[in-house]
């Protein structure tokens, strides 16, 4: 949902802008798959982080998408 909402090509791209202009650092789930064009439409968070970390990412997601849960 968010690499169309935000009109961005794939998975690589929504990365870029979200650690740059959010400051969120996700994984592009293309990482993971042996033909990469399958995993374009996805991302990975890590949640090995501190709570504090881990709310402000959330803060920062949910203002990005309102009314999405």
Known sequence: MAIKALKLPDDKALAR???TERGIAVVP????????SEGAH???FCY?????TLERAAKLL????PGVA
């Not at 789930?29 to 990469?36: C, D, H, K, T």
């Open 17 to 19: 802008w979200l650690v």
């Open 29 to 36: 789930g293309s990482s993971f798959f042996q033909l990469p």
């Open 42 to 44: 996805f991302i990975r």
């Open 48 to 52: 090995c982080k501190k709570p504090e």
């Open 62 to 65: 949910t203002a990005l998408f």
